[in-house]
């Protein structure tokens, strides 16, 4: 995209930012994916607002994106969400509570 489109997704985001629509605001910065707004993504994970916090981070990210995604991945919604979303999940087997672990088949 030209660098003048990317300036006019910014000063509509400064301006929706300005007028206090936040709603619209988180939502163009997810759909444009330009720019990640730190801020509202810390409110959302300290209120536990989990879904909109995966929302948020897959307009920016994919858990296949890199190692760093998947760590993001992994840290933020635990083991069985990475595994879900990464495509290994049918391969875990269930929990074992007698042993106390999950066995992983790569």
């Known amino acids: 995209m030209s660098s003048l489109y990317r300036e006019l997704v910014f000063l509509i985001l400064r301006f929706q930012n300005e007028e206090m629509f936040k709603d619209t605001v988180h939502r163009l910065e997810q759909e444009s994916g330009f720019f990640f707004n730190m801020h ?3 409110e959302l994970v300290m209120s536990g607002e989990w879904e909109k916090v995966e929302n948020y981070l897959a307009a920016f990210t994919k858990v296949d994106d890199n190692k760093y995604s998947m ?8 083991e069985h969400q990475f595994f879900i979303k ?3 999940g049918p391969k875990i087997a269930p929990y074992n509570k007698e042993k106390q672990s999950v066995t992983i088949s790569l």
């Open 40 to 42: 509202h993504f810390e």
């Open 71 to 78: 760590k993001i991945y992994f840290e933020m919604f635990g």
């Open 86 to 88: 990464s495509d290994v």
